[in-house]
């Protein structure tokens, strides 16, 4: 019972800090669910972030398998409505009153100064999700160099060619089968 | 617009998006759906709802979700297209969650998901990168990634710590000047 209001907090505040898109809140939810409240291990988030990106729709639904984890079908269906809905409500409520605040000069202002902030966060989204899946200190060096090469050429390819990413992962998936076997 | 459109319909039009769109690009989606295919909105209203969608914290697709099923059906309207957005999605990582508790301790499976994290690693910091291409090239843009980055990852600000304490900095910084006539 206690886990499910600690779920529905942790996911409640997250959704309403959730300021240029999901991805600015990763490093705030691998240290709340990981460290804080041990609902999943550093490898198991790292997995249900990666699955999150696969498969269709909002990519921040992985929050639904942290739930799973921590509390079961519960957990799951308090950790989807608590990380999507408030900010659904603020959304909802603030379509009504937007026209007004439209070529306010803040609101420019407000853009502006976030994107730095917003950018930082998602780095450190990238440590927060590197630091098991790139450079984990329980796997020998040959795994964590091959993966972190598996994950640099994906960058790579991307800026270079217009390629479905989900593509990409499954790729990097079955190298990964090949190369990170027995390591 | 002609007729007014059921919730329901909303819903399939946005669970659509939901089953296929596989590696994210939601809101690319989102515009053929409601620009393009179905008519529901114009150009102008979608870059609106985008905008109110990346202003406020949540999801950017969500939330135009939220605003495009609010100015077409009211509040159901506004249910009936997020859930259809996100629950193909859920459903599918429920499946990918239960195969995954089942195998992970298989070294094929587990060899195959640290490729897949490690790809996924890569995908992010490819999408920072190319979000953040002009703020890593402005000084004072650079100077905040630099100070949220290091807050985080080496003296484990918190979000909100973050947001409350950073932001407001940069947002400061970009204020809107009375020298400058408004467009």
Redesign the interface.
Same mark, same amino acid.
């Given at each position: 019972m206690s886990d499910l209001v600690r779920i529905l907090n942790v996911f409640c505040?997250?959704?309403?800090?959730?300021?240029?898109?999901?991805?600015a809140?990763?490093?705030?939810m691998e240290?709340e669910t990981v460290a804080d409240h041990k609902w999943v291990t550093g490898e198991q988030f790292?997995?249900? $972030?990666?699955?999150?990106?696969?498969?269709?729709?909002?990519?921040?639904?992985?929050v639904?398998?942290i739930g799973?984890?921590a509390a079961g079908t519960a957990g799951?269906l308090v950790a989807?409505v608590a990380f $999507?809905l408030?900010?659904?409500f603020?959304? $909802?409520g603030?379509?009504y009153v937007?026209d007004h605040f439209r070529?306010n000069?803040?609101?420019?202002?407000?853009?502006?100064? %976030?994107?730095?902030?917003t950018?930082?966060? %998602?780095?450190?989204?990238?440590?927060a999700?590197?630091k098991?899946?790139?450079i984990n200190p329980e796997h020998s060096l040959r795994?964590n160099t091959t993966?972190?090469l598996?994950?640099?050429?994906?960058?790579g390819i991307?800026?270079a060619k217009r390629i479905?990413?989900?593509?990409? %992962?499954?790729?990097?998936?079955?190298?990964?089968?090949f190369?990170?076997?027995?390591? | 617009m002609n007729s007014a459109p059921s919730p329901r319909e909303i819903f399939l039009a946005f669970a659509r998006i939901g089953v296929t769109s596989f590696g994210g690009g939601l809101v690319a989606y989102l515009r053929d759906v409601l620009v393009t295919d179905k008519k529901w909105m114009d150009e102008e209203e979608f870059l609106g709802a985008l905008e109110i969608g990346q202003t406020l914290p949540g999801l950017n697709s969500v939330n135009v979700a939220i605003i495009a099923g609010r100015k077409l059906a009211g509040p159901a309207g506004a249910i009936a297209a997020a859930t259809g957005l996100i629950l193909p999605g859920v459903i599918l990582l429920l499946i990918l969650g239960v195969l995954y508790q089942r195998f992970r301790h298989n070294p094929d499976v587990a060899a195959a998901l640290a490729g897949v994290a490690a790809a996924a690693v890569g995908l992010l910091l490819q999408v920072t990168l190319k979000i953040g291409a002009k703020q890593f090239l402005n000084p004072r843009d650079l100077a905040f990634i630099v100070l949220t980055f290091v807050l985080v990852v080496f003296f484990r600000a918190s979000l909100p710590a973050v947001l409350f304490l950073v932001a407001p900095f940069a947002i400061i910084l970009c204020r809107p000047r009375k020298t400058t006539p408004s467009p």
């Open positions: 505040l997250l959704s309403l800090l959730a300021v240029g898109g999901g991805s809140v990763l490093p705030e240290r790292a997995t249900i $972030y990666s699955l999150g990106q696969m498969a269709p729709g909002p990519n921040m639904s992985m639904a398998l799973w984890q799951l989807l $999507y408030p900010s659904s603020l959304t $909802y603030a379509s937007w070529g000069p803040w609101r420019t202002a407000v853009q502006a100064g %976030m994107a730095p902030v950018i930082g966060l %998602m780095l450190a989204g990238v440590h999700v590197g098991t899946a790139w795994f993966a972190t598996i994950g640099l050429a994906v960058t991307l800026f479905n990413p989900a593509l990409l %992962m499954l790729i990097g998936g079955a190298v990964g089968w190369l990170l076997r027995g390591n | -």
